[in-house]
């Protein structure tokens, strides 16, 4: 399953970014979708997911400033992040499961970099 992730780049804080992942097709349902994160020295992290029933879950440090969504075409999924800060600087990963909440499958990445 390809997996493509599009929309980072370079913002200033307080600022707005809409990331973009397009999902291949698979014949076993994606239990669920959604984003990690890894900083330079950091160990990757969740940042939000969308489970098959469509109910949504984030990290704390994301809640109330990232919205995680799907798009009208099949597996196609966004994440709209507001209010950037610094410390979400990082590669954001699309990534899917399905059998749980461990998203364990992801794509290449996009740099997002929260900067003034």
């Known amino acids: 399953v390809h997996i493509v992730e599009s929309g980072g780049g370079l913002v200033q804080p307080g600022g707005s970014l809409r990331l973009s992942c397009e999902v291949g097709e698979s014949a076993v349902p994606f239990y669920a979708m959604g984003w990690n994160r890894q900083s330079i020295g950091k160990s990757r992290e969740f940042v939000a997911a969308i489970r098959s029933d469509n109910t949504t879950h984030y990290a704390d440090s994301v809640k109330g400033r990232f919205t995680i969504s799907r798009g009208n075409a099949k597996n196609t999924l966004y994440l709209q992040m507001d209010r950037l800060k610094p410390e979400d600087t990082a590669v954001y990963y699309c990534?899917?499961?399905?059998?749980?909440?461990?998203?364990?499958?992801w794509g290449q990445g996009t740099q997002v970099t929260v900067s003034s």
């Open positions: 990534a899917v499961s399905w059998t749980d909440m461990d998203l364990n499958y």
